[in-house]
């Protein structure tokens, strides 16, 4: 997956698992905050990612989310199970899978092989003023393996 579907599928992941509103998503290998919003429910997605202008959409079908990124005109397909969530980009012919845990994405990309972290802030998720920076603030390297992850320490 290119790094701009990569981002909005970790952010419509985290709301469909989460069920949390959201309009931002860290994202660790770009270093940066993307601005996102949008609606996204048990039967459709409709998401603007204003980093990259563009947006995704899309039905359940099936019990899988059958998305467009109209941006890179790609179709992705996104089936939740659980905590986690599995999928399949028809552009490179690749399947991904993710794990969701509060604000914490991970998602494993089979198109390049590795894993990827992100963390989709929502005001249930985002630290009040004055607390100290956790984790996730620091930075932290997606090419490394999830155990040595502080991330996503359990």
């Known amino acids: 997956m290119t790094?701009?579907?990569?981002?909005?599928?970790?952010?419509?992941?985290?709301?469909?698992?989460s069920r949390a509103e959201s309009s931002f998503i860290f994202d660790f290998s770009a270093r940066g905050h993307?601005?996102?919003?949008?609606?996204?429910?048990?039967?459709?997605?409709?998401?603007?990612?204003?980093?990259?202008?563009?947006?995704?959409?899309?039905?359940?079908?099936n019990g899988c989310f059958q998305l467009f990124h109209h941006g890179e005109r790609v179709h992705v397909s996104i089936e939740i199970l659980g905590e986690s969530f599995s999928?399949?980009?028809?552009?490179?012919?690749?399947?991904?899978?993710?794990?969701v845990n509060g604000p914490k994405v991970s998602i494993n990309d089979e198109g390049d092989l590795r894993c990827y972290a992100y963390w989709c802030e929502s005001?249930?998720?985002?630290?009040?003023?004055?607390?100290?920076?956790?984790?996730?603030?620091?930075?932290?390297?997606?090419?490394?393996?999830?155990?040595?992850?502080?991330?996503f320490e359990s």
């Open 123 to 151: 005001p249930q998720w985002t630290r009040l003023s004055g607390q100290e920076t956790g984790p996730a603030e620091d930075g932290v390297d997606s090419k490394v393996p999830e155990a040595e992850n502080p991330l």
């Open 34 to 61: 993307r601005s996102m919003g949008g609606t996204v429910s048990e039967t459709s997605v409709n998401v603007y990612d204003f980093s990259e202008s563009c947006q995704l959409t899309g039905q359940m079908s």
């Open 3 to 17: 790094p701009g579907v990569r981002a909005v599928i970790a952010y419509v992941a985290s709301r469909l698992i």
């Open 87 to 99: 999928g399949y980009d028809h552009l490179t012919g690749r399947h991904f899978s993710g794990v």
